[in-house]
């Protein structure tokens, strides 16, 4: 709607600086999901079913992968 709407603006005046099709930087700002610095999912140790971070067997496996 945005975009015909800026499209619409841009064919009256005839202005060809609208005539890009960059992607707005809020649009893109949440949109594209960045990266985690930290991991999200850690495996366990074949001991427990979840992480424990007390274990050392869980926290070595996790260091290993």
Known sequence: MLKKL???ICKIFN???C?????DEHVEFFTKVPEPDVP???EPCNR???F????GYCQA???AK
């Open 19 to 23: 005539q890009c099709d960059e992607v």
């Open 48 to 50: 427990h079913r979840y």
């Open 40 to 42: 999200v999912h850690v």
């Open 52 to 55: 424990k971070a007390r274990c």
């Open 6 to 8: 800026k499209n619409f």
């Open 61 to 63: 496996f996790a260091k």
């Open 15 to 17: 202005i060809k600086a």
